[in-house]
Nanobody, 139 residues
Framework: QVQLVESGGGLVQPGGSLRLSCAAS????????IGWFRQAPGKEREGVSC????????YYTDSVKGRFTISRDNAKNTVYLQMNSLKPEDTAVYYC????????????????????????????????WGQGTQVTVSS
């Protein structure tokens, strides 16, 4: 059974840090794009960051550049989102999602280029989704 499970959310003060994890089971993340999304109450879902698991190309939306870092651990079949300098406006439910890029999505391939990751993130073009983890930034 294909499953994505997020963890690591919680309550943190402004300026603090959290690291979210997205663990995959039932399939390997090789040749997949993994995206992080968030949705705050009353707001539309927003794509935050995306990584190509095989070659580690990444993309970030402007609001998190320089503060968030997406990474992956091959051995653990897991993607992380390190969130630093958190702001109250980062408060949301955070979701991870995965989608197949193709067998040739390796370093230098257009299949895993940041431009494609951006397109997938902005279109929420992902087939598998996790259940979400709450992040609350408040003093």
């Amino acid at each position: 059974q294909v499953q994505l499970v997020e963890s690591g959310g919680g309550l943190v003060q402004p300026g603090g840090s959290l690291r979210l994890s997205c663990a995959a089971s039932g399939f390997t993340l090789d040749y997949y794009a993994i995206g992080w999304f968030r949705q705050a109450p009353g707001k539309e879902r927003e794509g935050v960051s995306c990584i190509s698991f095989s070659d580690e190309n990444t993309y970030y939306t402007d609001s998190v550049k320089g503060r968030f870092t997406i990474s992956r651990d091959n051995a653990k079949n897991t993607v992380y989102l390190q969130m630093n300098s958190l702001k109250p406006e980062d408060t949301a439910v955070y979701y991870c999602a995965a989608d197949w890029l193709g067998l040739f999505a390796t370093r230098g391939s257009v299949l895993s280029a940041p431009s494609r990751l951006r397109s997938k993130l902005e279109g929420a073009d992902f087939g598998s989704w996790g259940q979400g983890t709450q992040v609350t930034v408040s003093s």
